[in-house]
């Protein structure tokens, strides 16, 4: 189910920020679709973003965000 797409690279010591980055990004885009298929989240998950409350106001509305900006971006004219 999910290890279908899974690659598995070697990062180097430079790259460390945008290899957290991208994972960070992931990682939310899961649990959004986790959340909106009615699922809760895992005890781990809990610990690290809190309360789902916590996790939408700290994490996904930010993320949300981001693929609006990126959804007007590429609609413009400019």
């Known amino acids: 189910m999910f290890g279908e797409n899974i690659e598995f690279r070697a ?4 790259n460390y920020k945008l290899f957290q980055s991208a ?7 899961l649990i959004k679709n986790k959340l909106l298929s ?3 989240l895992t005890n781990s998950e809990e610990k690290f973003f809190g309360s789902v409350s916590k996790l939408r106001k ?3 509305k930010f993320f949300e965000k981001i693929e609006f900006d990126k959804r007007i971006k590429q609609n413009s004219f400019f």
């Not at 990062?11 to 430079?14: A, T």
Request: with cysteine; hydrophobic share 35%.
């Open 11 to 14: 990062i180097e010591p430079n």
């Open 38 to 40: 009615g699922k809760d």
């Open 23 to 29: 994972d960070l990004i992931c990682t939310l885009a």
């Open 58 to 60: 700290n994490y996904l």
